[in-house]
């Protein structure tokens, strides 16, 4: 496992200097762009890889988000992967990205502002809330170990979309010791085996690390992990296409506790084949379904007449 340059950078670290103000306001594109070779086989994903390899990727993206962090021209450093055609990927190898970006993304910019509207709000931070919210209500909970925890977000985008938070205020990927390692690698591990098992065998997702910036002070950031995959299940896939790139509004396209459902299924079935060190959390499904019977059973008695059926399992 190593970081390679990537051959065909958006940005350079000897990035040409640029003219242009004003309307067409340009700027340098100085940064640097790293590939993570993740193994010396030609196929594979996470979840086929030994654990303590996994828990090796996840320290050495700490390495470089260090290392790349600490250019002086480096504010933000985003790990990534893509998996699969759909999302456009052509070099099969198994194997991530890392930017290291000259500014803060607006994806980063807009949580970092939440956050702290939510701590002069509620005298608390924005991501426990949330972590704590969903151990609480369970029924988006996929599985958890002893230091994370793998969920279908109630902000979800993507139909099959999953989070990862940890039990700890972590900041970034560099404030990772060995066992948080571990465990982020068994969280990974677990949801990628978990979209194979419910997509199949072509499945295609992005997973994104998103940490506090490089330069500045964030003691309000906490770590995730965020997955996005474009399929609907086998064969079925949502585009974003008008209503979302035309007005960045995202759809959810059914109920979030029912695909949370799906995923916790799939998760429970491919860790009785795998080594894990956590659990999955099935139980939280037969909580909602029943709460989702009594809701429809009600539903029927106000309009008697509409055809509405009780969701199975």
Same mark, same amino acid.
């Given at each position: 496992m190593l970081a390679l340059p990537n051959r065909f950078p958006a940005f350079s670290a000897d990035a040409p200097e640029v003219q242009g103000r004003g309307l067409?306001?340009?700027?340098?594109?100085?940064?640097i762009c790293e590939v993570i070779v993740e193994s010396r086989e030609h196929t594979g994903g996470f979840?086929?890889?030994?654990?303590?390899?996994?828990?090796?990727?996840?320290?050495?993206?700490?390495?470089?988000?260090?290392?790349?962090?600490?250019?002086?021209?480096?504010?933000?450093?985003?790990?990534?992967?893509?998996?699969?055609t759909a999302v456009g990927v052509s070099m099969t190898h198994p194997h991530s990205q890392?930017?290291?970006?000259?500014?803060?993304?607006?994806r980063v910019e807009r949580e970092i502002a939440s956050a702290r509207k939510y701590q002069a709000r509620h005298g608390r931070n924005l991501f426990e809330a949330i972590?704590? !919210? /969903?151990?609480?209500?369970?029924?988006r909970m996929v599985y958890r170990n002893a230091g994370f925890s793998l969920f279908a977000p109630f902000f979800a985008m993507w139909p099959y979309e999953m989070h990862v938070y940890s039990s700890k205020p972590i900041r970034g990927l560099a404030d990772l010791d060995k066992e948080s390692a571990l465990m982020l690698a068994d969280i990974i591990r677990v949801g990628?085996?978990?979209?194979?098992?419910l997509l199949g065998p072509d499945y295609a997702y992005m997973m994104i690390f998103h940490q506090a910036p490089s330069k500045g002070a964030y003691s309000g950031y906490r770590l995730h992990v965020e997955f996005y995959s474009p399929q609907m299940g086998r064969g079925r896939t949502k585009y974003a296409a008008g209503i979302e790139w035309g007005a960045g509004t995202f759809t959810y396209d059914g109920v979030i506790e029912e695909r949370a459902a799906?995923? !916790? /299924?799939?998760?429970?079935?491919?860790?009785?084949?795998?080594?894990?060190?956590?659990?999955?959390?099935?139980?939280?499904?037969?909580?909602?379904?029943?709460?989702?019977a009594a809701f429809h059973s009600r539903l029927r008695r106000i309009l008697p007449n509409s055809s509405i059926s009780t969701p199975t399992n």
């Open positions: 067409y306001a340009k700027s340098r594109a100085q940064g979840h086929n890889f030994p654990l303590e390899r996994v828990s090796r990727y996840i320290e050495l993206l700490g390495e470089r988000s260090a290392e790349l962090g600490s250019k002086p021209f480096v504010k933000q450093v985003v790990p990534f992967k893509n998996k699969g890392v930017y290291a970006l000259p500014f803060v993304p607006r972590h704590e !919210r /969903e151990l609480r209500d369970k029924t990628t085996a978990t979209y194979e098992k799906d995923l !916790r /299924e799939a998760s429970a079935e491919v860790i009785q084949g795998m080594k894990h060190l956590g659990r999955s959390c099935p139980e939280a499904y037969l909580r909602f379904e029943r709460r989702s």
